[in-house]
């Protein structure tokens, strides 16, 4: 069974950077959509960034062009979401979720529209940008 865990999260000023990492086990991460999602208060949880190991498509939120990236280590079964030029509007709640592609690729779009696309979740991490 996949287990995911977040850390990283903090108090960063606007214009700061963060990185969240995202560690895996219990399985490879080798296979696996990864989507990273963000629940500010009072919100739903929305898709902000979805990767595809399986065709390397990525989809990014408009909010986030440009200023968020995602990598992955392979060695580490980690994946990191890189942000950059943060903003008040981004804090939240950062959750990774895993979608298995051993079958084939997935519609990353249509993973990052909803939470429910995806099968694991890791317990989260607080992002929270403030002067």
């Known amino acids: 069974q996949l287990q995911l865990v977040e850390s990283g999260g903090g108090l960063v000023q606007p214009g700061g950077s963060l990185r969240l990492s995202c560690a895996a086990s219990g399985s490879t991460l080798d296979y696996y959509a990864i989507g990273w999602f963000r629940q500010a208060p009072g919100k739903e949880r929305e898709g902000v960034l979805c990767?595809?190991?399986?065709?390397?498509?990525?989809y990014y939120a408009d909010s986030v062009k440009g200023r968020f990236t995602i990598s992955r280590d392979n060695a580490k079964n980690t994946v990191y979401l890189q942000m950059n030029s943060l903003k008040p509007e981004d804090r939240g709640v950062y959750y990774c979720g895993a979608e298995s592609e051993v079958f084939g690729p997935k519609d990353i779009t249509w993973l990052a529209a909803g939470p429910s696309h995806f099968s694991f979740w890791g317990q989260g991490a607080q992002v929270t940008v403030s002067s």
């Open positions: 990767s595809s190991s399986s065709d390397g498509s990525t």
